[in-house]
C-alpha cells in the first residue's frame, strides 16, 4: 500500500434542507447534527483508505439555497466529484436534482463526470420517491444511486467511498485518453521528420 495519499476534491450539493451537512459532518465526524441551519460554504478534510489506497478528501458542504448560485458555479469549477443530495421525503428536492444534474456537467462542459445521486432520510416513513422512480432517474441521468440515513449513519462512508471511486475511474480513463492522444501526435511528428529527411 503506498503511503502517499492522492488528494481528492469533493463537492456536496443539492436544494436546501435534505441532509447535506448533516450527511457531510456524520461522515467526518460521526455524529449527527438535529438543528437547521443553512450553510453558506463549508469545507472538511478527511483522511481515509479506500480500497487499500490512502486518499484523503477535500469536501466542501454548499449552500443549496437559490442566492447562493452565483457560488455555487466557483466551486463546481474547482470539484472532482459530486455528491447529489436529495431527501427522500421531499419530492421537491427530488426534481430539481436534474438541475444540478445538468449545471455541474455544463460547468465542467462534459458529458459525463464523477457524480453519485444520494436519497437522504431514508429512516423517515413519509417517503415520497418511489424506488422506481429513482431507478429511472439514475438510467436517465447514466449516475449511480445510494440511498442513505445521516440520522443513523447509514450508508454515509460508502457514499463518500464510491464517489472517490468514480473519480479515480474517470481519472484513469482521462489519463490513458491523454496518453493515446500524445502517442498520436509523437508518431505524427516523426513521420513528418521522415518526410523532411
Not at 469549477?77 to 456537467?105: A, C, M, P, Q, T
Request: net charge neutral; charged share 30%.
Amino acid at each position: 500500500m503506498s503511503a502517499v495519499s492522492s488528494v481528492y476534491k469533493l463537492v456536496v450539493v443539492g436544494p436546501g434542507g435534505v441532509g447535506k451537512s448533516a450527511i457531510t459532518i456524520q461522515f467526518i465526524q460521526s455524529y449527527f447534527v438535529t438543528d437547521y441551519d443553512p450553510t453558506i460554504e463549508d469545507s472538511y478534510t478527511k483522511q481515509c483508505l479506500i480500497d487499500d489506497r490512502v486518499a484523503k478528501l477535500d469536501i466542501l458542504d454548499t449552500a443549496g439555497q437559490e442566492e447562493f448560485s452565483a457560488m455555487r458555479e466557483q466551486y463546481m469549477r474547482s470539484g472532482e466529484g459530486f455528491l447529489l443530495v436529495f431527501s427522500l421525503n421531499d419530492r421537491g428536492s427530488f426534481e430539481e436534482i436534474y438541475k444540478f444534474h445538468k449545471s455541474v456537467l455544463r460547468v465542467k462542459d462534459r458529458d459525463v463526470f464523477p457524480i453519485l445521486i444520494v436519497g437522504n432520510k431514508s429512516d423517515l416513513p413519509n417517503r415520497q420517491v418511489s424506488q422506481a422512480d429513482i431507478e429511472n432517474m439514475a438510467k436517465q441521468l447514466k449516475t449511480p444511486y445510494i440511498e442513505c440515513s445521516a440520522k443513523h449513519r447509514i450508508n454515509i462512508d460508502e457514499a463518500f467511498f464510491e464517489l472517490v471511486r468514480l473519480v479515480r475511474r474517470f481519472q484513469a480513463i482521462e489519463r490513458s485518453a491523454a496518453e493515446k492522444a500524445e502517442a498520436e501526435e509523437d508518431k505524427k511528428k516523426k513521420k513528418s521528420k521522415c518526410v523532411l529527411l
